[in-house]
């Protein structure tokens, strides 16, 4: 058994600001498990983590924060989808913290819907008082990254002091630390509980929560299996990216690798037609998850993770404890309110 304050490297001597005042709930999901003829079911909510509506981003962006801060920085700068969840907490975070925030939105989900460009996160990001820069290309982490930096560039000749926040891999991972430290979190959660899982599902996108989950959890001695659910790129794209990811983790905090290749699970069976875009059983998670147990999930990335969720749980032994990963995401709904009234309907 592990508690919370398990050390992990240098995790933490590293600059930190708190962004998230508690540790959010571990729920079971009694509901959704009957309606699979089965038990076990549990829900790690971040989705509950407060800040701006939310999600696991606040736990990420306190170790960028943190920096950020450490160096004396005025702006945040950092670059997304449309409708990311990351951008609208990042803006969130810096205003938090009395400091300016330039937004890059990136073109990457072919919607012209006037809805999924104005509301949503985009809608809060301009309540945050945010700079919105948009970016033509929505698969070009390297260009969206170089073009970040010649705004931070101009930033500078006016005297101002930006932080970068990266998209593309080649930079240290700070904000997989937030689930480093979410992991000992869980451990020290469940162990008070009684609970031991034989399965953790979380979303994998950028790979920083899942690579960050999956190292914090190897890091301190636990093998729980750690199962990705694509929702940006397929499978045999995303697992070398985790891997590396892992690897730059273990270098940020000074330790030997713990997580071996074969650690690394991730399932692409829901991520068509693509990024940000919904099929039937995707649609048929997001409705379940809700109609049981009152869990909204967005449709970027809860409700594909939720879709994976449901197969797996499916297919495992009805009495294995399973925890599903609660990102949050919850002001995306708003901007695909077309697809989800007539789904709905």
Known sequence: MTNRLSPV???DTLP?????SFPTPIEEMPNLGAALGRSGLYVKRDDLTGLA???NKVRQLEYYVGAALAEGAD????????????VRLAAAAARKCGMDCHLQLEERV??????YKQSGNVLIDRILGATIHAYPDGEDEEGADRRLHEIA?????KGRNPYVIHLAPGHAPLGALGYVDAAREILFQSAGAGLEFDQIVVASGSGHTHAGLLFGLRAVGSGIPVTGICVRRPADQQSPRLISRCGEIAELLGMEPVVRDEDVVVRDDHLAPGYGRMNEAVIAALKLAAETEGLIMDPVYTAKT???FLDIARSNDPTSKMLFVHTGGTPALFAY????????G
């Open 153 to 157: 560039e101009g930033l500078r000749k």
């Open 75 to 86: 702006t945040i700068l950092i670059t997304g989808a449309v409708q990311s969840n990351f």
């Open 110 to 115: 072919p919607k012209n819907d006037p809805t």
């Open 53 to 55: 509506f939310g999600g």
């Open 306 to 308: 939720m879709a994976g």
């Open 337 to 344: 309110e077309k697809e989800l009234t007539a789904a709905a």
């Open 16 to 20: 930190r600001k708190q962004l998230l």
């Open 9 to 11: 490297g240098a995790l």
